[in-house]
């Protein structure tokens, strides 16, 4: 039914009406991500340029809306809550920032979930407001497939990986 209990981070769910919304704050820091690896920061760049101006994350945000204190994983020693490699890529790869809503990608059977193939997925077209355009969320994509490496299984990287390729197999 294309049901949302909690929204991704720069939507936030208007309990009256049931309704997704766009929450400013947060998709403009979403926006301002998307930005940034476009011209060709990396995430953890552009984790320490939103940790620089104070941008806020998604617990930080999430604790202000529910009035309470979020548990202390969020946070450095100091009491702050940080941005990370891993929060800036969560953002990149969510598909619902383009308005897609995504359901139904693992079934529970027994108590074990069980993840499913992406062909038995359910997609519902402009469910959310589109906060990130189509091509823009394509492009960031094709990025992120390029820089990926592959898992070497824990064996010594070479000393020149990831400055010189080989011209025959890249």
């Given at each position: 039914?294309?049901?949302?209990i909690?929204?991704?981070f720069g939507?936030?769910?208007?309990k009256?009406?049931?309704?997704i919304?766009v929450?400013?704050?947060a998709?403009v ?5 998307y930005?940034l690896?476009?011209?060709g920061?990396?995430q953890k760049?552009?984790?320490r340029r939103?940790?620089a ?5 998604p617990?930080q ?14 946070k450095t020693?100091?009491?702050?809550f940080?941005?990370?490699?891993a929060?800036v890529?969560?953002i990149?790869?969510e598909e619902?920032?383009?308005?897609v809503l995504?359901?139904h990608?693992s079934e529970?059977n027994?108590?074990?979930a069980?993840?499913l193939?992406?062909a038995?997925w359910y997609?519902?077209?402009?469910f959310?407001?589109?906060?990130i355009q ?5 492009k ?7 820089q ?15 400055l010189?390729l080989c011209?025959?197999?890249?």
């Amino acid at each position: 039914d294309g049901i949302v209990i909690t929204p991704p981070f720069g939507y936030w769910k208007d309990k009256n009406t049931v309704q997704i919304k766009v929450a400013t704050e947060a998709a403009v820091t979403v926006q301002i991500i998307y930005s940034l690896y476009l011209q060709g920061c990396g995430q953890k760049e552009i984790a320490r340029r939103l940790n620089a101006v104070g941008r806020k994350t998604p617990a930080q945000l999430r604790a202000e809306r529910c009035g309470r204190e979020v548990r202390h994983t969020h946070k450095t020693r100091d009491g702050q809550f940080l941005w990370t490699y891993a929060s800036v890529k969560n953002i990149l790869v969510e598909e619902a920032y383009t308005g897609v809503l995504i359901n139904h990608r693992s079934e529970t059977n027994g108590g074990k979930a069980k993840r499913l193939e992406q062909a038995e997925w359910y997609r519902h077209e402009n469910f959310f407001p589109a906060i990130i355009q189509r091509d823009i969320w394509e492009k960031a994509q094709q990025k992120l497939k390029a820089q990926a490496r592959p898992a070497n299984g824990n064996k010594a990287k070479h000393r020149y990986a990831g400055l010189i390729l080989c011209k025959e197999c890249g």
